[in-house]
């Protein structure tokens, strides 16, 4: 089966609001967008927080077995503020097994997966300003491939490909 599982997240970040500072405390509770980005399928990923959270930095996914392509289990996210933890197992597994029917197009040997999912905030893994919180992330993993033709389909190494995972979230703080 093919493993290019992976949750490395897209934030594409746009700017022209104020100056570099960091970004302001968040309130008790919300919404809040989640965008993560990579370009290969890592470990290591940006991620970019709007809305009731606003914060940036980096996202590691962890797997079950320590490896780079094992089951994806959870994802640290390391912002400017603090940090906290999700769990993105179930939705790896559902990416998982999408990619048993890639690629979608056979003759350029590319194609798009996607999963979707619930996210939730493991208890007790805030940190900073994210010390006490909870709530959710309703997240969408799109991987956008494309693989070496002459060896098109299960096991073939990628050309180039983006991970995006974006959705919303509400978050509890304290």
Same mark, same amino acid.
């Given at each position: 089966?093919?493993?290019?599982?992976?949750?490395?997240?897209?934030?594409?970040?746009?700017?022209?609001?104020?100056?570099?500072?960091?970004?302001?405390?968040?309130?008790?509770?919300?919404?809040?967008?989640?965008?993560?980005?990579?370009?290969?399928?890592?470990?290591?990923?940006?991620?970019?927080?709007?809305?009731?959270?606003?914060?940036?930095?980096?996202?590691?996914?962890?797997?079950?077995?320590?490896?780079?392509?094992?089951?994806?289990?959870?994802?640290?996210?390391?912002?400017?503020?603090?940090?906290?933890?999700?769990?993105?197992?179930?939705?790896? @597994?559902?990416?998982?097994?999408?990619?048993?029917? #890639?690629? !979608?197009? /056979?003759?350029?040997?590319? +194609?798009?997966? %996607?999963? =979707?999912?619930?996210?939730?905030?493991?208890?007790?893994?805030g940190t900073g300003a994210y010390q006490g919180i909870?709530?959710?992330?309703?997240?969408?993993?799109?991987?956008?491939?494309?693989?070496? @033709?002459?060896?098109?389909?299960?096991?073939?190494? #990628?050309? !180039?490909? /983006?991970?995006?995972?974006? +959705?919303?979230? %509400?978050? =509890?703080?304290?």
């Amino acid at each position: 089966m093919r493993r290019t599982a992976v949750f490395a997240i897209v934030a594409l970040m746009s700017s022209g609001c104020g100056s570099a500072s960091a970004p302001a405390a968040a309130p008790d509770h919300g919404n809040v967008n989640f965008t993560d980005y990579s370009d290969n399928d890592g470990t290591k990923a940006k991620i970019v927080l709007t809305g009731a959270v606003g914060d940036y930095g980096d996202a590691l996914s962890l797997t079950s077995n320590g490896d780079a392509h094992g089951r994806r289990t959870d994802i640290d996210l390391n912002l400017t503020q603090g940090k906290f933890r999700i769990n993105i197992a179930d939705i790896d @597994k559902k990416l998982v097994d999408a990619f048993t029917h #890639f690629p !979608s197009n /056979t003759t350029t040997c590319s +194609g798009l997966v %996607t999963a =979707t999912g619930t996210a939730p905030i493991e208890a007790g893994s805030g940190t900073g300003a994210y010390q006490g919180i909870s709530g959710h992330f309703d997240l969408t993993v799109n991987v956008n491939e494309v693989d070496v @033709k002459d060896h098109c389909g299960p096991g073939a190494k #990628f050309l !180039s490909q /983006t991970v995006v995972i974006t +959705g919303p979230g %509400t978050v =509890t703080l304290g």
